[in-house]
Nanobody, 120 residues
Framework: EVQLVESGGGSVQPGGSLRLSCVVS????????MSWARQAPGEDLRWVSS????????YYRDSVKGRFTISRDNAKNTLYLQMNALKTEDTAKYYC?????????????WGQGTQVTVSS
């Protein structure tokens, strides 16, 4: 069974940091581009960041550039998202998924998400 399990979410103040993790099992992790997406209540699912197979190329939506860093540890089958200088508008449930610029839940594999809340 393929499983993607996110963790690391929580509640922080604006300007704070969180590091999300996504542990992947049941697939050959290195053969997949990986992505993070997020969804705020009442909003569409939005792509956040992607990373290539070896972690050499990364991609970000404009609103998180310079603040978020996506990385992966293929030896641990784990995807990460380091989030710094968090803003209230970053509040959302964050999902990891296989694929590049993933926004369609019916395509690829998805985790159950981890909640990030940024508030003062």
């Amino acid at each position: 069974e393929v499983q993607l399990v996110e963790s690391g979410g929580g509640s922080v103040q604006p300007g704070g940091s969180l590091r999300l993790s996504c542990v992947v099992s049941g697939l050959d992790f290195i053969r997949y581009y990986m992505s993070w997406a997020r969804q705020a209540p009442g909003e569409d699912l939005r792509w956040v960041s992607s990373i290539d197979y070896g972690g050499n190329s990364t991609y970000y939506r404009d609103s998180v550039k310079g603040r978020f860093t996506i990385s992966r540890d293929n030896a641990k089958n784990t995807l990460y998202l380091q989030m710094n200088a968090l803003k209230t508008e970053d509040t959302a449930k964050y999902y990891c998924a296989t694929g590049y610029r993933t926004v369609y839940r019916e395509i690829g594999y998805w985790g159950q998400g981890t909640q990030v809340t940024v508030s003062s």
